[in-house]
């Protein structure tokens, strides 16, 4: 599976934008999808991920009800839509596919492909 993330950008602190995450090569439908981000400095963090249905979420406790992850099977995309951000927000954010259609764990060792990320930049 290739994974492209896009969307990212500069924003002012209680901005919002939408991540799009565009997959080819397999059955999208096949795997459930997960946001992680990375600031430098630090670990890479789970954002929040989907099953393949779409019915099933999981969010980190740090984006919980200002994140809203979901997918289109039909378009082979999956988004993030971002509100209220904030600076400690800004990292590199990379979309990836989870082992299988329904594990949704905030473990990165859980997920098999990985797109390129994209930046997102948060302003005071």
């Known amino acids: 599976v290739q994974l492209q993330a896009f969307g990212g950008g500069l924003v002012q602190a209680e901005g919002s934008l939408r991540l799009s995450c565009a997959a080819s090569?397999?059955?999208?439908?096949?795997?459930?999808m997960g946001w992680f981000r990375q600031a430098p400095g630090k670990e890479r963090e789970f954002v929040a991920a989907?099953?393949?249905?779409?019915?099933?979420?999981y969010y980190s406790d740090s984006v919980k009800g200002r994140f809203t992850i979901s997918r289109d099977n039909a378009k082979n995309t999956m988004y993030l839509q971002m509100n209220s951000l904030k600076p400690e927000d800004t990292a590199i954010y990379y979309c990836?596919?989870?082992?299988?259609?329904?594990?949704?764990?905030?473990?990165?060792?859980?997920?098999?492909?990985w797109g390129q990320g994209t930046q997102v930049t948060v302003s005071s």
């Open positions: 989907i099953n393949w249905s779409g019915l099933s979420t």
């Open positions: 990836a596919t989870s082992r299988d259609r329904y594990y949704i764990s905030g473990d990165p060792l859980g997920y098999r492909y």
């Open positions: 090569g397999r059955t999208f439908s096949n795997y459930a």
